[in-house]
C-alpha cells in the first residue's frame, strides 16, 4: 500500500509540474584495436572509434582521446558517421587507450583499450670513408660512404643523411642499396670537420656514426723528371734500356703515387714504384725501330698529374763487313806508305752519312777518311809512329750507334847508318875490292842487323853481295 500510494503521489506531482525530458548520455566505442593487440613502438598508429548520441547531433560532440594519460588528437571530430580517427606513434611501456565523448549537456561516454607496445631496435650505422688518416683537399669531391641496418625496417625505409658538426645537414645525395651500403660524394672547406653519418627507421629511433677528419688546401699536383737516358740519345735494336727518373708530391708519401711509362709509338711499357727517395726505374728490351717520344707520368692519389719526356732512338748499329788493307799483324816499315781500306753500311743512313774513325793507341786518330756513296774506305798514311799499333776502325750512324773493329800492325824502324871501309885504300884495277859495314843498331831491338852490298861502277849496278 505505501509504494503504491508514493507512485500516485509521484504522478499526481507530475501532472501539476508538467513533462520533463531526461537527457541521454552519448556512446562511444574504440573500433580499431582490441584489448592486448600488438603496436609496434614508435610506429604511428591509427585509432579510430565511433560516437553517438540520441539527443544532440553528432557535430556538437566533444571528443577527447587520451594515451597513458595525456590528451592528444584535440582536432578529432566526428565525421557524419560518428567514425573518429586518432593517429599516434606510442612508447615502450605505455599503451592505454581511451576514447571519452561528451554532449552539450554534459552527459558523457567512454571507452578503452590497453595495447602491447612492443620494443623495437635502434638502427645502426657506420663510416668507412672518409677516414681519419686520409687526405683531403678543400677543391676535391669526398666520397662519404658506409654501411647502415635496421632490425625491423629495410634499407629503403631508413632516413639516411651525412651532416658535420658546423654545417648540419650537408645536403648531399645519398644512394642507400638494398644491403644497406650507402655513398655519396661532396666537398668540404679547409679544415677540421666532425663528419656523421645519421639514420633514422620508421619509428623515429635514430643511430649516429662520426668521424674527425681534417681538409687541408686545394690540391697540389706532383712532380716528375725523367733523368736516364739522355734526351736524344739511342740505342740498338733488342738491347735493354734503364729508364730512370725522380718524382715528388708535397701532399702525400711519394709511394702513392700512381707511376707509369710509355712510349708515343709502342704504348705503355710498364709501371713503377717508387722509392723512399722518389726515384723510379724501368727496364725495357722490347722497344721497335723508331724515334720514341718516352714519357714518365705520375698520378697522385685524387687524380693530380705531372710528365716529363726524352726522345730516345732504336735502331740498327752500322756494320763495318770487312777490313781489306792492311791485314792484321802485317809489318810495314817507318815511313811507309801504307793503304788503308774497309767497307761500311747502314741499315737507316746512307753509307756517306757514316762518321768513320781510324785510331791509333799509339799516335790517336790518325784518320777520319768516310766512305764514297758504295760504303768503300781507302785511304794511305805514311806518318805512323814506329811501334806495335792496335788499330780500331769505328763506324757511327747518325742515331750514335756503331761498330767497330780492330787489326794489329807492326811498324818498323830502320838501323842506325853503318860505317863502311872499303880495302885496299886506295885500290886499282887489278885489286879485289872489299866492303865491311859495321855499327848498325836497330831502334827496335829485335835482333842483329843484317847487310847486303850493293855494288856500281861508274854509277852503274854491278853486283849485289851479302
Sequence with gaps: MRQSF???????ACSDAGVTKFNGAPTTTITSHGNDDT???GDVIALAGTVSDVDDALSSLTVTWTIDGAAVCEMSIPDTSGRVTCEHAFVAGGGEVQLEVRDPSGGSGRAGVSLDVQPTDAPTASISAPTATGTYYSDQIIAFQGTVDDAEDSADQLVVTWETEGLGDLGLEVDVTSEGRVEAYGALSEGEHAVRLRVVD?????ALESVVIQVGPPNTAPTCALTLPADGSAGPLGSEVRFEGTVDDVDVDESSLTVVWSSDRDGELGGSTPDSDGTVRLAWDDLSVATHLITLRATDEVGG???????YTVGTPPSLTIITAPTSGDLVSEGENVQFAATVSDGEDLPTDLIVSWESDLDGVFSTQGSDSTGEISFRE???TAGDHTVTVTVTDTDGLYAQRTIGLLVNAPPTLPTVTLAPNPAFTANTLTATASGSTDPDGSGPVSYRYDWYVDGVY?????
Excluded: F, N
Design 6 to 12: 508514493a507512485l500516485l503521489a509521484l504522478l499526481g
Design 39 to 41: 603496436v609496434r613502438e
Design 202 to 206: 620508421t619509428t623515429g629511433r635514430t
Design 305 to 311: 698529374t705531372c710528365t716529363d719526356s726524352i726522345y
Design 382 to 384: 805514311d806518318a805512323l
Design 462 to 466: 854491278s853486283a849485289v853481295s851479302t
